[in-house]
Nanobody, 121 residues
């Protein structure tokens, strides 16, 4: 069955860095667009970055220049490198797989369970 398993989330101080990983299985990873979303309680899920099967990326303005998305099709793994973290980056981070690369959650059909990132000031 399809599985997306995120890892790498933890508590860090502002200005720090983290790399999130998402291990995919049960579908043809290289054929899918992938994305990272984040959500805080009481707010809508927000697109952070997406990458299509060719490696073309889209990054949200709020994290542009600080976060970068990448994928390793040989390892069926998606990454999110997060630098210069800010307290407002605190959220649950989810990876998702879909047919189209976008920042809209309804475009994605498979979702992971999430990994928590907490940034202190």
């Amino acid at each position: 069955q399809v599985q997306l398993v995120e890892s790498g989330g933890e508590s860090v101080q502002g200005g720090g860095s983290l790399r999130l990983s998402c291990a995919a299985s049960g579908f043809t990873f290289s054929s899918y667009s992938m994305a990272w979303f984040r959500q805080v309680p009481g707010k809508e899920r927000q697109g952070v970055a997406s990458i299509d099967h060719r490696g073309v990326t889209i990054t949200a303005n709020s994290v542009k220049g600080r976060f970068s998305i990448s994928r390793d099709n040989a390892k069926n793994t998606l990454y999110l490198q997060m630098n210069n973290l800010k307290p407002e980056d605190t959220a649950m981070y989810y990876c998702a797989a879909g047919s189209y690369a976008s920042m809209k959650s309804y475009e994605y059909v498979y979702w992971g369970q999430g990994t928590q990132v907490t940034v202190s000031s």
